[in-house]
């Protein structure tokens, strides 16, 4: 048995002590996961998903696998830390009734209808993002489509959703990057530092928005802030007593933290990744600029092919047994998305681009109650943003090096210089 086996592979898993090799291309480790150890118990006694199936059948079920997180979070940052307070208040990491109450209310702030009515702002955006680079670019510089492109387009459309003013969103990314950040396995004393430093210092933002929108209500059909803020009356009780749902103080500002955060570095490495994706495959690059209408479908597959999102996660709450492997009530689980999503059982030649794809049921956005709020949205901004971005600068290449970001849970990149070509 050699080293790199995939044998060995699989043997030496250890989500939170894992190497450069393997941030760059998780895959083969995934592969040899899915192939020797579908359910793979960890040093800590919680088990690592792999499969497809497995992981379909743990987001369909989630009286038995709840994503409730007082247990994995209270050692991970202490009980009575910002990011403790934050995380489990949030909707994704909640069960019924509050996950509900609280999904209600955005979910109808993010109809489809909604998100429609967002594209035409959207494509100005993006066209003036384009503009910028394009001027850069006829000045001879190279441009990092992270920085200029990729990550200015979610914090403008998810500032737009809350109505947080324009000059008030410099500091979101960092914020939403901290506090997500500190959700990785493997969490150094810095990173857990400036994520309790940003729960404290967004909390102390939206404080104060939230009292400024109190006073001046937007149009609660689309404003998501004042929908939240004022609550939604369900049907049950405006018939008994015209009482409503409202969220608590502190449930409302965690949940408008989540939906500022969740909406961000997803959407970005979205971007990203399928500008990435289209450098490593020419060919398919040129089949959609040869076949625009195929624009969706691609989407689709870098969702599939490249997840921003890698990681997910449940904990038993009772007995229970997944891919034959019996599990203790409370056993923590991780659902690995980035495997399922190149699983040979469900995607036929599972690494490679193919942006005709289809079907392609990928599970980049989760499954059953819990399944993103967002991704109409995401793929609305994915579809403008590579379509106009193509339509510019057809022949981009990269100049420097693509900096990949070394997350396990969220698959991005830091940097992506290139020249922009015409
Ligand atoms: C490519 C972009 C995105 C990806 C890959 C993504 C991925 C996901 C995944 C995998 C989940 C399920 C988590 C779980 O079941 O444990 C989720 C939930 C969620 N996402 Fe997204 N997301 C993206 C964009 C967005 C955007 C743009 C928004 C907001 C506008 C958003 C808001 C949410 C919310 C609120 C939840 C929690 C839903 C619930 O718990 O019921 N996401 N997302």
Sequence with gaps: ?????????????????????????????????????????????????????????????????????????????????????????????????????????????????????????????????????????????AVDLIEAFAAAIPVEIIGNLLGVPHAERGPLRDWSLAILGALEPALSDAMHTRGNAAVRDMLIYLEGLVERRAHAPGDPETDVLTRLIQGEVSTTERAADGATERLLAKELLHNCIFLLNAGHETTTNLIGNGLKCLLDAPEQKQRLLGEPELIRSAVEEFLRIESSNQLGNRITTVATAIGGVALAPGTQMTLCIGAANRDPAQFAHPDTLDIARMPNRHVAFGSGIHQCVGMGLARLEGRVAFQRFLARFPNYRLVGAAVRSKRVRFRGHLALPCALLG
């Design 1 to 141: 048995m050699t080293p790199t086996s995939p044998t060995a592979l699989a043997e030496r898993f250890d989500l939170r002590h894992l190497s450069d090799a393997f941030y760059d291309d998780p895959f083969p480790t995934y592969h040899a996961l899915r192939e020797h150890a579908p359910v793979r118990r960890m040093p800590d006694g919680s088990v690592f998903l792999t499969r497809y199936a497995d992981i379909v059948a743990v987001y369909k079920d989630p009286k038995t696998f709840s994503s409730d997180k007082h247990e994995e979070f209270g050692p991970k940052y202490g009980l009575d830390s910002a990011l403790f307070e934050h995380h489990t208040t949030s909707l994704v990491f909640n069960d019924p009734p509050l996950h509900t109450r609280v999904r209600r209310l955005l979910a109808g702030a993010l109809t489809p209808r909604h998100i429609g009515a967002m594209e035409d702002g959207l494509v100005r955006l993006v066209d003036g993002l384009l503009d910028a680079m394009q001027a850069r670019a006829q000045r001879g510089e």
